[in-house]
């Protein structure tokens, strides 16, 4: 980078441009705070949600093996053949911590009994039972993958601003600071030779004036004044 012009207009420029530059390392070091305040909270609740999805899946795969130990693997897939259906899901964004994140918004996962296309007096309570306990697991999946992509999205923001916080702390406002005591140096040093050079011809200019005092210059005589 080319050495800044020592002028009064750059050094004012570097101060003000180091001053706006301190403004917005702390407008995002604020960012920042919000941002891990809001990415704490979300993934408190996602530890909390992995959680309960985890017993959720332990309690639907029991129930599956009951079923099939009391009916067989046959029976049970049959059932399930029958018990298929969608699920639709719709994408929203919502806006977090001035961060843009993705909702999933979706009708119930978990059905009566009687929507799930089979017999229900022919299908044994098991069946019903882990059918119920996959619903609520699919439910909880979707539910969770929300709040995952939220998280993710918090993460990516923090460290994004984190870096921006870190550049303008450690590169930028430093650089432009060094810029503008280099500036006032060479300012300072100017004025101090200028000062100098003003002194040298005042002494020189004394020393004029003193000398022709000193000894005056005789005025030339007129011709033919004198015989």
């Not at 891990?36 to 992995?50: G, H, I, Y």
């Not at 843009?100 to 007096?121: K, L, S």
């Not at 882990?130 to 999946?141: F, S």
């Amino acid at each position: 980078m080319d050495a800044p012009t020592p002028t009064r207009s750059e050094l004012l420029a570097r101060r003000r441009r180091a001053t706006l530059a301190v403004q917005g390392r702390d407008l995002l070091q604020d960012k920042r705070a919000a941002l891990v305040r809001a990415f704490q909270a979300r993934s408190t609740a996602l530890l909390v949600r992995l959680e309960e999805l985890s017993r959720t899946a332990a309690r639907a795969h029991a129930r599956l093996d009951r079923a099939r130990a009391e009916l067989g693997t046959e029976a049970v897939a049959s059932a399930s053949f029958a018990a298929t259906g969608r699920v639709g899901v719709r994408l929203t964004s919502s806006s977090v911590a001035g961060v843009v994140v993705v909702d999933a918004e979706h009708a119930p996962v978990r059905r009566d009994p009687a929507a799930r296309g089979y017999a229900t007096t022919l299908v044994d309570p098991h069946v019903d039972a882990a059918a119920d306990a996959y619903e609520q697991e699919v439910q909880d999946l979707l539910d969770l993958a929300a709040l995952e992509l939220t998280v993710r999205r918090l993460a990516e923001e923090i460290a994004s601003t984190t870096r921006r916080v870190n550049g303008l702390e450690h590169v930028v406002i430093p650089r432009l600071r060094s810029e503008a005591r280099r500036i006032a140096l060479a300012l300072d040093e100017r004025e101090r030779e200028e000062t100098a050079r003003l002194k040298r011809a005042r002494a020189r200019a004394r020393r004029r004036a003193t000398a022709r005092a000193t000894h005056p210059v005789p005025t030339p005589s007129t011709p033919g004044s004198t015989r």
